[in-house]
């Protein structure tokens, strides 16, 4: 079973930056599609930046040019690195994994990001 533990979260002013991390139980190099998500108050949860097995990234459009998801196998962990960050990237942010083995999706438990205007 493969867990993954979300870090970098805060409180950062708009116009700021924060990278998170995501470190993984299992090497990431057996996983397929990972994937960071986030959850504002009231809102679905949608999908800001998938990162392929192969290191394709994929943005949604609203993080687009902002937003940078990265993958390093060596050390388990995914990125994101977020500049320019604005009041409405507030939300807790988690990450999912694609378990090629089991064709199981894992999720994270969340960090929470706030981007005060």
């Known amino acids: 079973q493969v867990q993954l533990a979300e870090s970098g979260g805060g409180l950062v002013q708009a116009g700021g930056s924060l990278r998170l991390s995501c470190a993984s139980s299992v090497s990431t190099a057996i996983l397929g599609v990972i994937g960071w998500y986030r959850q504002a108050p009231g809102k679905e949860r949608e999908g800001v930046a998938f990162?392929?097995?192969?290191?394709?990234?994929r943005y949604a459009e609203s993080v687009k040019g902002r937003f940078a998801i990265s993958r390093d196998n060596a050390k388990n962990t995914v990125y994101l690195q977020m500049n320019s960050l604005k009041p409405e990237d507030t939300a807790v942010y988690y990450c999912?994994?694609?378990?090629?083995?089991?064709?199981?999706?894992?999720w994270g438990q969340g960090t929470q990001v706030t981007v005060s205007s």
């Open positions: 999912k994994a694609f378990d090629l083995g089991n064709s199981q999706d894992y």
């Open positions: 990162i392929s097995r192969g290191g394709d990234p």
